[in-house]
């Protein structure tokens, strides 16, 4: 039997695989990384930001510096809203003070002077070559207001901006050369013919028939429907410009306080993490933008208030008026049409008391009638009319403005003066129902000094409108000049503000890390 070798008597060894243990005193090498104890996992708080979490700021300054350009990106939608509205106030006031404004007041003014070439038509065949130079003057007042119809037209056509409106301004000046070449042919006829006074022959009357027809029933209408076309213009502009501004207003106010808003956070912010009370360049930012925010509100309030002004104080009732006086201008040439054409006396005096309701509406079914409820009395004090029409509207206006429009003594003048034209209208008609036409005749001249200053009165009346139109119109021109380099110097300053206030708290922060 073979012998077995047996080891040396001794301590046991580690286990298979594993290295010795050093001995007591000997230098143990470190372990290997792998058999380092393992990393506790991370608190489920710690875990990394999910959805819209993780594109907000973690840091002290990415929090400053994103709450900064949310103050940029708000200032910039304040001076965008500001300047869009400050536009819209300045189209408005051009378009209604300088642009459509004026051109269709021209307009409005030729349906006056259209009225007043048949007047003196009439006036000139009237007076005969027996009346001195009555017929002169009539004819030359003619020629001044075919010059001025004529230029009114020109500038209705290029106010036209629809089909209709500019076939309506070319008809308006094809009949208006065919009017004139009636009443050339009337004068004409008039002047061949022996008669000194009296009434024309029946063939200058024939013509003057289709002259004054074509202008009551063609030229007229379709002048004033041409004035209501253009003013529909103005009206819509005023509409859509006032309320855009007063909206530009209200979105001010809004990305005002969103501004102010944003500056307030930051400030508070501020405050609480680096423990400082006030911040001065953003304090001085913060009322920086409530001046900004307060000063343009209040300029565009301004600015709504005077386009409503230059519209209700000066534009419409300077149509009104105007039509109003063009009316009893063309009421006063059917006095002389009465006397002028005997056969058509009824009809004249009849359209002479629908004129005349128009301008001044009293109940009356004849011109007795209204002849005596005008005699009874006319006052406008207190904005309280007993009557209605052009001058019962004017009456009636109540300025609720701030800068009221005070009518009262100049309309109590119209009044008085329509009373004494009415009653001259009434005795001149007595005298020719009476037979006494020579005598109407000379009242019907008589009577032109009263019917004169009460046409100086109008205008006047009129005149007052004028000159609130033009101070509105001042005024809003005013109101925004200089707004376009307000408001990008003035964004500037506040930015710069911000900057400075949060600038030196990033350095410290910075500092403080």
């Given amino acids: 039997m073979t012998a077995v070798q047996q080891a040396p008597a001794g301590p046991p060894g580690p286990p298979s695989g594993r290295p010795a243990a050093p001995a007591a005193g000997a230098f143990a090498p470190p372990e290997p990384r792998s058999s380092r104890r393992p990393r506790r996992p991370r608190r489920a708080d710690a875990a990394e930001p999910t959805g819209i979490a993780r594109f907000l700021p973690r840091t002290v300054a990415g929090r400053i510096r994103a709450l900064t350009a949310v103050v940029a990106v708000v200032l910039l939608v304040l001076l965008a809203v500001a300047w869009t509205a400050v536009g819209d106030a300045r189209d408005g006031v051009r378009v209604i003070g300088h642009d459509a404004g004026p051109q269709v007041v021209a307009t409005g003014d030729m349906y006056f002077q259209l009225s007043d070439m048949d007047a003196q038509l009439a006036n000139a065949l009237l007076a005969g070559d027996a009346q001195g130079g009555g017929r002169d003057q009539a004819l030359a007042r003619y020629d001044q207001d075919r010059q001025k119809a004529g230029d009114a037209l020109l500038k209705a056509a290029k106010l036209a901006d629809e089909t209709t409106e500019d076939n309506t301004a070319r008809e308006l000046l ?32 024939d013509v003057y028939r289709q002259a004054t027809d074509m202008m009551k029933l063609d030229l007229l209408p379709k002048a004033y429907n041409l004035t209501l ?20 207003a209200v979105w001010v106010i809004v990305a005002g306080v969103a501004l102010l808003a944003v500056l307030a956070g930051l400030q508070v912010y501020l405050a609480r993490r680096f423990r400082r009370l006030l911040n001065p360049g953003l304090a001085l930012a913060t009322l920086g933008a409530l001046a900004l925010v307060a000063s343009c509100a209040a300029m565009l309030a301004g600015q709504a208030d005077d386009l409503r002004r230059a519209k209700e104080q000066g534009f419409d009732p300077i149509l009104s008026l105007s039509r109003a006086r063009a009316i009893g201008n063309s009421a006063n040439a059917d006095e002389t049409r009465f006397l002028l054409d005997p056969d ?38 207190g904005g309280r009319a007993p009557f209605l029409g052009f001058l019962g509207a004017e009456a009636g206006r109540v300025d609720d403005l701030a800068r009221p429009v ?20 009434h005795r001149m008609r007595e005298l020719a129902d009476g037979g006494r036409r020579e005598e109407a005749i000379a009242a019907r001249g008589a009577a032109t000094a009263d019917f004169a200053r009460y046409d100086k009165d109008m205008h006047a009346l009129i005149g007052i409108h004028h000159a609130a139109f033009d101070q509105a119109v001042e005024d809003g021109e005013h109101g925004t000049r200089g707004w376009y380099a307000v408001l990008p110097v003035a964004g500037v300053v506040i930015v710069a503000l911000a900057l400075l206030g949060v600038r030196p708290r990033l350095a410290e922060y910075r500092w403080q890390r």
């Fill in 344 to 381: 058509r006396a009824d009809t004249y005096e009849q359209v002479y008391l629908q004129k005349s309701q128009t301008i001044l509406y009293l109940k009356a079914g004849s011109l007795d009638e209204y002849n005596a409820a005008v005699q009874k009395g006319l006052s406008a004090d």
């Fill in 406 to 425: 005070n009518t009262d003594a100049a309309l109590n003048r119209v009044l008085a003066d329509y009373q004494r034209v009415q009653l001259n209208d």
């Fill in 174 to 205: 094809d009949g208006l050369g065919r009017y004139e070449r009636l009443a050339s042919q009337a004068l004409l006829l008039d002047q061949q013919s022996t008669r000194t006074s009296g009434r024309p022959p029946q063939r200058v009357l």
């Fill in 229 to 248: 076309d253009n003013g529909t213009l103005v009206r819509h502009t005023y509409e859509d410009k006032r309320s855009d501004v007063r909206t530009g």
